[in-house]
Nanobody, 119 residues
């Protein structure tokens, strides 16, 4: 069973920064995709950022230029650096792991970490 454990969420003022981390219980060296999703109250879960095994990245338009995803295949972690945070970034953030070829169908999810941005 694969476990993903997120950390780093919290309360921050608008314009501030947070760094989320996700630790995997397996080696992620050959994992095709690692990603971060978020779900705000009353909204559907959405992709925030994704990174391939080769280091290629994809971001939601709403976070481009503010968020940076990275992965450490030695420590088996994936991180999300969030800068210039806005109140609309408030959500539960989930780490996701995709073993297959379909990047939009994660096989495993973390338990989520709350990010709250105050205005």
């Amino acid at each position: 069973q694969v476990r993903l454990v997120e950390s780093g969420g919290g309360l921050v003022q608008a314009g501030g920064s947070l760094r989320l981390s996700c630790a995997a219980s397996i080696s992620i060296f050959s994992i095709n995709y690692m990603g971060w999703y978020r779900q705000a109250p009353g909204k559907q879960r959405e992709l925030v950022a994704r990174i391939t095994s080769g280091g290629f990245t994809k971001y939601a338009d709403s976070v481009k230029g503010r968020f940076t995803i990275s992965r450490d295949n030695v420590k088996n972690t994936v991180s999300l650096q969030m800068n210039s945070l806005k109140p609309e970034d408030t959500a539960v953030y989930y780490c996701a792991l995709v073993r297959g070829r379909l990047p939009d169908e994660p096989d495993y999810w973390g338990q989520g970490t709350q990010v709250t941005v105050s205005s």
